[in-house]
């Protein structure tokens, strides 16, 4: 079994930032991806970023040049530094691993997720 839990979330003011991080645990077969999601309230949970096995980096478009995902193997830890943040990037934000099926490259349905972190950006 796989867990993975995040941290990092926390209220910062517009303009500001802030990095997420994911450790994960258990039995995880190398190479894999992984990926960040977020769900605002009353809104479709959407995928932010994606980290695949191959190391390559896809964002949602809303994100880009924002956001940063990246992985330490060794740590086995997943981060996303989260720069230039916005009121509407006000969401819960959740880790998941081992992406089973993408949507024009980014992670659409992960095998694992996180129990998710609170960020909230005010204006």
């Known amino acids: 079994q796989v867990q993975l839990v995040e941290s990092g979330g926390g209220s910062v003011q517009a303009g500001g930032s802030l990095r997420l991080s994911c450790v994960s645990s258990g039995s995880i077969p190398s190479p894999y991806s992984m990926a960040w999601f977020r769900q605002a309230p009353g809104k479709e949970r959407e995928g932010v970023a994606t980290i695949r096995s191959d190391t390559s980096t896809i964002y949602a478009d809303s994100v880009k040049g924002r956001f940063t995902v990246s992985k330490d193997i060794a740590k086995k830890t997943l981060y996303l530094e989260m720069n230039s943040l916005k009121p509407e990037d006000t969401a819960m934000y959740y880790c998941?691993?081992?992406?089973?099926?993408?949507?024009?490259?980014?992670?659409?349905?992960?095998?694992?997720w996180g129990q998710g972190t609170q960020v909230t950006v005010s204006s």
């Open positions: 998941a691993a081992i992406c089973v099926a993408y949507v024009s490259g980014r992670c659409r349905e992960p095998k694992y």
